[in-house]
């Protein structure tokens, strides 16, 4: 499947923490840096996600702000 | 201003391409990769967005898909 | 790709209509019903889609509301 | 109330899942198919929502992204 | 129709600046402030919006961000 | 930092609900009305967010649906 959604930074899951309905992914990109998704429990079963395993972290491009100093 | 979204990733604007209301913003992160961000006219003035200036890419958790291969 | 976002409805293309930096995209619901979708036009040129296409519509679970009559 | 969203397909609960914050309402559409949305505790009391009731799945156009196999 | 979204702030249309696709929407809000609003074209002719129109700001709350100084 | 979304609307933390990975804060508007957050318990750290404090509640103005009567 190929996603609309302009943003797809590739990187590794390093963190996984879980709550009742939602669950709180810690992506370290490849390029450096992080990135937190929350995504429902029932998406990380689907996607089999556990820490090391290799990603992409999307994001629609009307959900990116721009913030200056 | 600090903000609570969760994603802040440094960058620089490579490209603006203005639309009528939106404007689509090129952000090269400093770690590598690239984010296209969209936002409103009225937000690239009161930031002074151009090309090359520094920025931060901003994105909230909740909007963060994963995706695997 | 696989990507976590828990909505993925299987129709068709009917309607693209273009702005200049986005695009509204119309799909015929295979199930039945109409979704409208707003997406930039590199997103449309990425994925080659035009009237007749087959796709999908993809939300992600936290941007789905609830309404009552 | 009427609202702008320009995405409202019919359908019947058919599953809750509660969290502590937000809670995971499980829509079986109308035409077919299901929809999953996460909306908050407070939400699911102010609509009165159950396992049965009529709804309508509600989603913002740019909030809707295009797959293609 | 009553829906999910936990915010609806009661307000009035100030201005009303059309693009291609989408159009921006300026609230007034009773209690005092501004609101910007993106919505579609075919969403403001639903709703027959104009210049002076009591309407309702509407945001999901998973959508609203804090800040501090 | 300045960022992008349009909307920011001054107020003061009057509830902060605590759940496993999401925080729901409520804020009274300084103009009048409540607006309900749902952010990361990260991103209530970060901030050191209490009940009394001030802030401001920022929404990107996509997000902002607009309702009549």
Same mark, same amino acid.
């Given at each position: !499947?190929?996603?609309?959604?302009?943003?797809? =930074?590739?990187?590794?899951? &390093?963190?996984?923490?879980?709550? !009742?309905?939602?669950?709180?992914? &810690?992506?370290? =990109?490849? %390029?450096?840096?992080?990135?937190?998704?929350?995504? &429902?429990? %029932? @998406?990380?079963?689907? =996607? %089999? =996600? @556990?820490? %090391?395993?290799?990603?992409? @972290?999307?994001?629609?491009?009307?959900?990116? !702000?721009? @913030?200056?100093?």
């Amino acid at each position: !499947m190929k996603v609309s959604a302009r943003n797809q =930074l590739p990187g590794k899951v &390093t963190k996984i923490e879980q709550g !009742m309905i939602l669950v709180e992914i &810690t992506i370290e =990109l490849d %390029g450096g840096g992080e990135l937190v998704s929350v995504i &429902t429990k %029932g @998406a990380v079963e689907n =996607l %089999g =996600l @556990a820490v %090391g395993k290799k990603v992409y @972290a999307v994001v629609k491009s009307t959900e990116v !702000m721009v @913030a200056t100093d």
